[in-house]
């Protein structure tokens, strides 16, 4: 079994969709092993996002994550990287709607920006992304 961080962004918490996020999780057959509600500051969404610092969307990026909470969760499956990746569809919203017409993005997203959920993208990104959330402790 693997963990990977999945994180509802502002937009997702704001627009009602935890629970339909949650329900497409387990029934996805993910266990939701760790979870947090927090609000990050725009210096802890740079650092969450550093690999992107130079991109043009940055400022925006991280104005748009610091807008609300976000709710993080550690998911836990075998494969679960890819498979919350496959879940969640691709990063523009728009084309979610089209080409992946029953991923998380396509129900809850906007556009490349505004697109509702995360996922870690490595095992790498995965195990530094929980422990950004939830420390290097490693109890249930
Ligand atoms: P995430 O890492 O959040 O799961 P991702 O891996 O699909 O998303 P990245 O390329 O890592 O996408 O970009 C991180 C986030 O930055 C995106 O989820 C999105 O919110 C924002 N973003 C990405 N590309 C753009 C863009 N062209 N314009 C504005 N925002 C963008």
């Known amino acids: ?47 969450f996002y550093a690999e992107h610092s130079q991109r ?13 909470q976000v709710l993080a969760m550690v998911l836990e499956k075998p494969d679960a990287i890819t498979q919350w ?15 992946h ?7 809850c997203g906007l556009d490349s920006e505004k697109n509702c959920v995360h996922g870690s993208d490595s095992p790498e990104s995965a195990a530094r992304e929980i422990s950004f959330f939830f420390g290097d402790g490693d109890s249930e």
């Open 56 to 68: 043009s969307f940055f400022d925006s990026l991280v104005k748009y994550i610091t807008s609300g």
């Open 85 to 99: 990746r496959a879940l969640i569809g691709p990063t523009d919203a728009r084309k979610a709607k089209t080409s």
């Open 1 to 47: 079994r693997e963990r990977t961080l999945a994180m509802i962004k502002p937009d997702g918490l704001s627009g009602n969709y935890r629970e339909k996020i949650k329900a497409a999780i387990l029934d996805s057959g993910f266990r939701i092993v760790k979870e947090t509600e927090v609000q990050l500051d725009a210096g802890r969404a740079s650092l």
């Open 101 to 107: 017409p029953d991923s998380i993005r396509a129900m």
